[in-house]
């Protein structure tokens, strides 16, 4: 493709053409495209990001997508938690970027080192990558810091809370546990990723160690005054779980991997044989160096109907790094914002009107092997605002929904990928 | 049991050579009230899920009178029901036509021949109101039930059974009366066969 012009090469550009693009094209001062009028990049390949470059592509194929992400594969947060329990493995959670490929979106697997809002440019390890509009969709980064000793001990201490080999080696800790033992799990200040979540997962450990480990005991050390999500409906599970025990308002600030112990705020010492922490959680580091971070120093607050930042201009945030809707820290939240954001962007770039697009949720947790409850809410659209209708839970558990469970990740993780 | 995979091919949406712009699934009107649905019903309501029903291609009139009944309870679901209420909001008529408008995307389903087999043989009973091949009626109200997936149609036909799905409505009572001489088996063949269809 090295003779073809950028301006024919763009022309051109309508299919899965585009991958060799900007290798092509190094300028100097460490520009390594040119500005062309009709670039985006999206920042990070998750449940977010990866969402908003296909749909980008799909409703303007002369648009130039550029997805940094330095993982070459993609891996579902949503569903790890059975892998914990051993009812899933990994690489049943786990898939590739081809079918973002075959959209004609540019990938370059490197991490985005800053973003320059000023220059409209990103930083990459060999240069800078101009862009017309930026969708940031950095996910969470842990505050190791609110909790001593963890930043020294993070590749014992496990958080398995960004599904990987931490999730995997999570696993491995727990099914190597002698019977008998003591899991300590932590459960984050809000607001953090996937607010039913950790109580997911206490249900998935409480039901390994009570089929697996019966003399085991599971202990979930909550910093929050009472569970987050689906309240009644966790506590209404636990009932099947004698071997699991609930603290609330108590927050862990200390972990000694030497001694096995964590110590929370009110100084009361717990032993453990296998600990689980989920750290506080704020925005991912390069939006927050980048000053796009509210006055909480933590999350983006963004435009409802565009998702640009209110700190910046032609940069839009999405997924769990925002604040400031009536949504959770969802996948589905994230694959709806990814699908506005990239609707928004391309009136923006073609000059046309933003239209209206309200999100929605769905979210399941696995209470065992085969049980789901479920959340959903409702939004519209008020006078500029993203506004909840409803949120509904399910009455109780169900395989039934179950199968919307797996239904649901079926058709979702294609939305995001194929 | 004889299993083979069929690649079906229908309803293939040919963008023109000639350059004239084809409303795709993004572009389509209706598309920012109802793009959200993909999450669960697949881009442009092509669910590749089991549970799930494909919404691609369904009858406007259908489509609305579903979210009437999910928003009314008549269909009762935790998940539909606040997803009805929205879609009233934003306009049912927008929603129901972007679907009603795309088309259906060629899917690989596996087809158990024999299940098939006998639940074409039992679908005589259902052909007097949903038609020989079950493409519906829209004139009597009865919908179509091609190509929709077999555990999707055999969970609504657990609903009717039970009397869950639309209680105590007259028009659906022979129905009921008909799934309730069936068992899951039966119930299983038929839902096979109309997931074999239209497709």
Redesign the interface.
Known sequence: MGHVTRRQFLRSAGGAVAVAGLSGCRTGAGEIAPPSGRRVIVIGGGWGGATAAKYLRMADPAIEVVLLEPSTRFVSCPFSNLVLSGVRKLPSLTFGYDGLRTHGVILRHELAQALDADQRRVRVADGYLAYDRVIVSPGVDFQWEQIEGLAAAKDTVLHAWKAGPQTVALARQLQEMADGGVVVMTVPPVAYRCPPGPYERACQIAWFLKTRKPKSTLLVLDANPSIVSKAALFRAAWQSYPNLEYRQSNKVVKVDPAKREVTTEFGDVVRYDVVNIIPPQRASGIVVEADLVGADKRWCEVDHLTYESLKAKNVHVIGDATIGLPVPKSGTIANAQGKIAAAAVVSLLNGRAVAPMAPLNTCYSWISDREVIAVVNAYRIDHGKVVQIEQKLTPGPSTVYADHAVAWATNIWNDILA | MIRSIVAAAVGLALASAAGVAVA????APG???A??C??????GGN??????PVLAGMSAWYFKKAIEDYASGRRVS??M???A??VK??GVDDVANYFAAQPRAPREVKVDRAAVANGRKMSIVCAGCHGDEGGGDAARGVPSLQGQPA?YLK?QMLLFKADRRSPGEPQLASLKAIMKTMDDAMLADLAAYYASLGR
């Open positions: 795709g699934p993004v572009d598309y920012a009230k793009f959200a993909s999450a669960c019903h697949g881009l669910s590749t899920a089991a549970a799930t935790a998940e029901e606040p997803f209420k929205m909001q934003q555990a969970n």
